[in-house]
């Protein structure tokens, strides 16, 4: 807390919206951080030795354009489209979240499409960006569908909100109201006489970024027990909060940050690449030598985040939430181990022979 920055030290440019303090606090409170003893090499439990570390964690705020297509149906369901991917972090869900947020109707009514290099062009996965780049892209999209239905509801003839202001006219339960009556989306557009409307959106970065600087923000605490005798390493308890913004989807977003935190455990206790230098070829080559973390490494991890829109990054208020998870937690766990065993251990991983 006492080297917490309110600006980009590189760039000199305030954050647009940071909460790591609280990340802090909120961690400290659910860990127990401020109770027992703090002296190095203090806490036992049998032949255990018992360590508490914790330490920042950090990505850059990263956005591209994005294009992405909504349209909406005759019979009131909605199409979204990205030439985006899911590799399995959920951008079919907060899509299709995305639109019926925007739309007013169910999750069930909306169907979304991506993957496809015919559809609007869309961002990578990488960079912890794709939330940030193509949400806001498909809520623009959504709201020119919505804006367009209510310039036809105003001057189609058939439409009960004929010669109304189109500004009066709110989103309803699946349609559009005026405050008294109340017509769904696909009664709506039989009545003004279309099948389908659709529009197509871009959205991406702009002038915020003379403004602001980016990044998400978190902390992680966790807990080592290191034995007394083979000085075997083992995480036994992780508590990560994070500030990525909102926080479109909390299963998807929690399931990320998990995983960023399983790969944390494996680049602190067990990943290494080895090189025999007479054949310059890997020695650690396959997952019977290179070892990762399996369910009897990883215990319960809990995770939770601040969920305070950024709306100087873009319009959904979101940021990357891939690759936080992973920043920090190596550290934290050579904190705890060094709470543990006095022993100060600068380089991964930290293996048995370095506690010896």
């Known amino acids: 807390m006492k080297n917490h920055a309110e600006s980009d030290p590189m760039e000199g440019l305030p954050w647009s919206n940071k909460h790591l303090l609280e990340c802090y606090k909120a961690g400290a409170d659910r860990f127990g951080w401020l109770t027992g003893n703090r002296t190095v090499a203090s806490l036992k439990d049998g032949e255990w030795l018992i360590g508490r570390g914790m330490a920042s964690a950090f990505y850059p705020g990263y956005r591209m354009a994005s294009s992405a297509r909504v349209n909406l149906q005759i019979d009131g ?7 985006t991917h899911d590799i399995g972090t959920g951008m079919y869900t907060i899509m299709t979240q995305t639109v019926a947020e925007t739309l007013g109707i169910p999750m069930e009514m909306v169907t979304a499409k991506l993957g496809d290099s015919t559809l609007p062009g869309g961002s990578l996965t990488a960079g912890s960006m794709s939330t940030a780049s193509v949400l806001p892209a498909v809520k623009t999209a959504a709201e020119a569908v919505v804006e367009q ?78 034995h007394e005798w083979t000085r075997e390493p083992r995480v036994s308890r992780v508590v990560s909060v994070m ?65 305070k829109p950024d709306q100087n990054f873009n319009p959904v208020g979101a940021r990357g939430v891939g690759e936080i998870g992973i920043t920090g937690v190596a550290a934290a766990i050579a904190n705890a181990i060094y709470h543990a065993t006095g022993k100060r251990v600068r380089e991964v991983p930290i293996t048995m022979d370095k506690l010896i």
Not at 202 to 226: L, M
Not at 256 to 273: P, R
Not at 274 to 299: C, I
Request: contains cysteine; proline residues 3%.
């Open 149 to 226: 239905l209510k310039q036809l509801a105003v001057t189609k003839a058939k439409s009960p909100f004929v010669n109304k202001n189109a500004n009066e006219l709110q989103l309803g339960r699946s349609g559009l109201t005026d405050g008294t009556n109340t017509v769904g989306y696909g009664e709506l557009l039989r009545l003004i006489g279309r099948t389908s409307i659709e529009a197509t959106k871009t959205s991406g970065p702009g002038s915020e970024t003379d403004k602001f600087a980016f990044a998400s923000f978190g902390a992680h605490f966790v807990e080592v027990r290191v």
């Open 243 to 307: 500030d990525v913004g909102r926080v479109i989807n909390p299963k998807t977003a929690r399931s990320q940050v998990i995983g960023g935190i399983v790969w944390g455990i494996g680049m602190a206790l067990m990943e290494e690449s080895l090189l025999d230098s007479q054949t310059a070829r890997f020695v650690t080559h396959d997952l019977g030598t290179y070892h990762v973390p399996v369910n009897g490494d990883v215990p319960e991890i809990d995770v939770t985040f601040i969920d």
């Open 77 to 83: 369901t909605a199409g979204v489209s990205c030439a």
